[in-house]
């Protein structure tokens, strides 16, 4: 039997559903947008500029890698300024050679209830008559235009210690010389010996504290989300950059302890903002 109260409710519930069909139909819009790097960023053209729907005002720049690291090579291989990148409405891909060497980059947007974030998937050719080693890639993701986010003081920027304790970066031990840039490395265990890769070696800022696990994460200033650089595999060493006009995180994936000519390495990993859960 109908009575009036549950024609009521009834009503009621066809003027909600809608409004509430509509509240899931703007989350699941939400999404990440990916562009090549404009004059605003560090550098036009030579990078992926990110932004995301539900980050207002906030644009990240990505640079993978900015360079190859590895022993012998002083100036690095294959940087991001000879990057070309072909963006598609779900990610971008990007493929080089030069004779020696090549490489091919996949990146592809993800979502899950909580989080958005960018999948990358990477491979190097080695094409020389050289072995290389200790090959290791330089990912860089940079803050510098995303204040929610940008940490200088690395008060809301953690990593983990030898024994997989999490701890701040601004507590992590720290070498910088006279004259030195504010910037560290500082090596992963399982990674590389960074005094062998000569591009790293030359800036003088190798932390002696080694760091353990496979990302670097930051929380927003508002503690609503968080951000995390992970590597799939094993990392290399881990990087920021704390001066005004950077603050970026790196966690460095290890291609390769030893890649013989014709032989190809592979990485992979992921960017990714989650949402802070508030109880």
Partial sequence: MI???RISVFLIMLIICPLLSIGQHIKEASWMMLDTTTAQDRQAGLGVAITITDLPGQRFVLEIPEVFTLQ???GGLLGFRRQNWAFSHDGAQMD???????????LRIVKSKHSIGLKWNMAFKNLSDSTLYDL????CWSMNAAPLFKDIPMERTFVYDPVRKKILLKDVRKNQGIGKRTMQFYPA????DLSKSPWINQWGVISDQHLSGKKISIVSADSSWLFE???DGKVAYFFN????HHGCLHASPLLAKELRPGETAKASGIFRFTRIQKH
């Fill in 72 to 74: 012998r090579f002083s």
């Fill in 229 to 231: 650089n992970i590597t």
């Fill in 136 to 139: 290791a890639s330089f990912n």
């Fill in 96 to 106: 080089l050679t030069d004779g020696k060497f090549g490489y091919s980059i996949r």
């Fill in 3 to 5: 009575t009036p109260g």
């Fill in 241 to 244: 950059n704390w001066e005004s």
């Fill in 189 to 192: 265990v399982a990674g590389i």
